[in-house]
């Protein structure tokens, strides 16, 4: 229990980027999209309309959000189901964003493992890796890809990595870290309207944006190695991001080895199917939710299903991938491997997949040979790739949270 002591000082000095609800809600369909298209929708998430006085707001909310702007009238959540996270006043940004990211190649990249995770975003010929060493300090990297403007986020108590579109109706938002939790999940604010937006779902929950929907941007956590060897011309966040942090520790040693989520940041009862921090991969598709536990994934090696229905495969493999939130070195973690969704039609016709070995797939319809990172390296289709599903790796205490109705897959 000393790791757990530790965590909430560091937590609550520090900063965190987690929720702590007491209300259950329904499942709100997440509107996303694969292909970027500028801008994001509005969601079926209720807004509720009602006057409150600052002074009556939950708590401590009162006192730590004094210099904010933010229009606590609309809500699409109870206020007593968001937390703080970082003691004190006006929290925002105490955890600071990266927003001027400094990159490397990865010849320079030599500090990263290969076995070490991280969010990797590609867009058109663009390809660049987030390692969680990096985004395990700062939470949220503010930038642009290509001409596309967006926030990678990554949420250390949920495990969960999100890439967001971050313009807004002919705006361009800038996204922080709140202090605020919610279900330990991240609360993000944006600079424009002070308005309150939860980072699992990119859903706006509290402010002028009340119920709108950030639009989600594909992306997956795989292994540096995997990045490098086939992105070979791609970027990686650097080393040096001059805040004078020491990136590879962890600054959450212990926490994914836990039996459960932390109790002041988490207020839900638990979900028994699963073992609260055991993962599993969420796939957001044709409005529907559906989650696949990494235990099977593992025994299965590929899944071919529908979701909302659209045909997607789960590739699981690369088992040296090392678990970024339990060991003090994330490079030291335990192997727990890596999964990632995609969509399994290429060139009209649907194909089925089934595991070689720990980094390459096999198609049955035209045995072509694919790897983990969805490229068609050998056979018929060779020189193509498949279009990432939209996706998370989350903890499941927290997938169970916010779609306690979606269907979850245990094991073939």
Not at 188 to 209: F, P
Not at 368 to 383: H, R, V, Y
Request: aromatic share 10%; with cysteine.
């Amino acid at each position: 229990m000393r790791f757990r002591s530790s965590l909430v000082a560091l937590l609550l000095v520090a900063g965190a980027c987690a929720g702590t609800p007491e209300v259950v809600e329904t499942t709100v369909p997440v509107v996303t999209t694969s292909s970027v298209a500028g801008g994001p929708a509005t969601t079926t998430a209720d807004v509720i309309v009602e006057a409150i006085e600052r002074r009556d707001l939950p708590n401590g909310l009162d006192f730590a959000t004094e210099q904010w702007s933010t229009d606590w009238s609309r809500r699409t959540v109870e206020l007593d189901s968001i937390f703080l996270g970082i003691r004190g006043p006006d929290p925002r940004d105490r955890i600071a964003p990266l927003d001027n990211p400094q990159y490397d190649s990865i010849a320079d990249s030599d500090w990263i493992e290969d076995n070490e995770p991280g969010v990797l975003l590609t867009l058109g010929d663009i390809a660049q890796f987030y390692p969680l060493s990096v985004m395990t300090r700062h939470e949220i990297v503010n930038d642009v890809v290509g001409d596309v403007p967006v926030s990678v986020t990554f949420c250390p108590l949920c495990n969960t990595g999100i890439v967001f579109d971050r313009r807004f109706e002919g705006d361009v938002l800038r996204l922080g870290v709140s202090g605020l939790l919610r279900r330990s999940d991240m609360v993000m604010w944006d600079d424009a309207t002070d308005s309150l937006w939860q980072q699992l779902t990119g859903i706006g929950i509290v402010g002028e944006h009340a119920g709108d929907q950030l639009t989600i941007i594909p992306s997956r956590i795989v292994s540096f190695g995997s990045f490098a060897r086939e992105f070979p011309t791609g970027l990686a966040l650097s080393e040096d991001q001059e805040f004078g942090y020491r990136y590879g520790q962890n600054p959450y040693a212990g926490y994914s080895s836990a039996k459960a989520p932390i109790p002041s940041f988490f207020h839900d009862v638990l979900d028994p199917r699963l073992p609260a921090l055991s993962r599993v991969v969420g796939v957001d598709e044709g409005g529907v939710v559906k989650g696949y536990a990494f235990d099977g994934l593992q025994a299965a090696g590929a899944v071919n299903d529908v979701v909302g229905g659209v045909p997607v495969a789960i590739f699981w493999g690369d088992e040296a991938t090392s678990d970024a939130l339990d060991a003090r070195s994330i490079s030291g973690g335990v192997g727990i491997g890596t999964a990632s969704a995609y969509l399994s039609t290429v060139d009209g016709s649907i194909l089925t997949f089934e595991s070689v070995d720990d980094l390459t797939f096999r198609d049955l319809e035209t045995g072509t040979t694919w790897s983990i990172l969805g490229k068609a390296i050998e056979g018929p289709l060779a020189g193509k790739s498949l279009e990432v599903a939209v996706h998370r790796n989350e903890f499941f205490f927290a997938w169970a949270a916010f779609f306690p109705k979606a269907t979850l897959w245990e094991g073939p």
